[in-house]
């Protein structure tokens, strides 16, 4: 068992890697466009800054003296890197690259296992060293992945970043760009690709679970309402069936030796039969209709309602065999709620006496 729920969670963690790097790549270059990166000269001298803003590319180059007054330096950068956040990126020259490989399942753990080879892979002590890792690529088949770590010295940049902090910067993040294109954050130090790629992936994963939670509330509430309204509909048949049982029982026919017994059962029949209309307008109106008023005389009867398809009113009745000569008295009228409609119609119910119709 817990044999399948491991392989379950790695089949639900391969399916989310793909969402996860393209949002987290999304939002990297929205935040890449009110970016100001900033390149070194290869040889300290100068630095280029280029930003991109609403009016367009902007670009500016100045130079850099390691024993000159900082603070003329920090006002002249101010200008331009004052409230941004400013990406520098070190020459390719400074950075010292290494590559490691590693088991795909190493991938929550990325940040700890980097930190602990570095101290094997750096040529300084690790304290003098700025050191970053990002992943080159991924092997299916092998089920391995490729690591490039780029290693600076931490002497080389320490005095730029600082003027550009003291220059106003909002943040100030230092990048290395690594020859297979891999860009390797060096400063300040954050949670690798993996880390953002998993919170990015819990945060899927938990939109995931509400939405299948969420499924399987609204489904078990369709279940248990269609078992109600099948449990309704059942004890509704019964008693229906009862009722005409018992109108059947009474509508048997009768015969009287004497004229007044016989005007007696006249009497009881024409009251069935009026019974048994009502009990066929009943079944024959649509469940979106009903009748407020409703009034048999002389073999026709008035009916006065509300209903939301009038002409499904009137092909029911005529559909049921039970009913003739359908007609609306007057025309219908629109219901307070502007859905409904106010009607009365007159109808000839095929009235059965004696248990016969008529």
């Keep these: 068992m817990q044999q399948v729920l491991r392989t379950a969670w790695q089949v639900l963690d ?19 466009h009110t970016d100001i990166e900033a390149r070194l000269a290869e ?30 330096q920090a006002t002249a950068l101010s200008t331009l890197v004052k409230g941004q956040r400013v990406v520098l990126v070190a020459p ?59 290693l600076l010295p931490k002497a080389r940049v320490a005095p730029v ?46 939109l995931l679970s509400t939405a299948i939670a969420s499924m399987l509330i609204a ?13 309704q509909q059942a004890e509704l048949e019964v008693r229906a069936a009862a009722a005409r049982a018992t109108i ?39 469940v979106h209709s009903f009748a407020t008023e409703v009034a048999l005389a002389e073999g026709k009867l008035r009916l006065a309602g509300r209903t939301y398809d009038l002409p499904d009113v009137l092909t029911a009745l005529e559909s049921s065999g039970r009913f003739a000569d359908s007609a609306l008295i007057g025309p219908a009228v629109r219901g307070e709620d502007e859905r409904s409609s106010l009607f009365t119609l007159e109808t000839r119910p095929l009235i059965r006496s004696g248990g016969e119709l008529k």
């Design 92 to 150: 390719r020259a400074w950075v010292i690259e290494r590559r490691i490989e590693l088991p795909q399942e190493a991938g929550d753990h990325l940040e700890g296992i980097v930190a602990a080879r570095v101290a094997s892979l750096s040529p300084l002590p690790v304290q003098d060293m700025l050191y970053g890792h990002g992943v080159a690529g991924t092997d299916s088949a092998t089920r391995r992945m490729r690591v490039d770590i780029a």
């Design 219 to 231: 489904f078990g509430v369709t279940v248990a309402n269609g078992m109600y309204r099948s449990g």
């Design 161 to 206: 970043i600082d003027l550009l902090e003291t220059a106003g910067a909002r943040h100030t993040e230092l990048v290395a760009q690594a020859q297979q294109g891999t860009r390797i954050v060096l400063y300040p130090r954050r949670a690798g690709r993996a880390a953002t790629l998993g919170r990015i992936k819990l945060g899927l994963g938990l």
């Design 14 to 32: 391969n399916w989310l890697e793909g969402p996860a790097s393209l949002i987290a790549e999304r939002w990297q270059a929205g935040r890449r």
């Design 43 to 72: 040889d300290g001298s100068s630095i280029a800054l280029r930003g991109a803003g609403k009016g367009g590319a902007a670009e500016a180059s100045l130079p850099l003296q390691p024993g000159g007054d900082q603070q003329a």
């Design 248 to 286: 059947s029982e009474l509508m048997a026919p009768q015969t009287a030796g004497t004229a007044p017994e016989q005007a007696a059962i006249d009497i009881k029949n024409d009251t069935i039969s009026a019974i048994g209309a009502l009990d066929d307008l009943a079944a024959a109106l649509p």
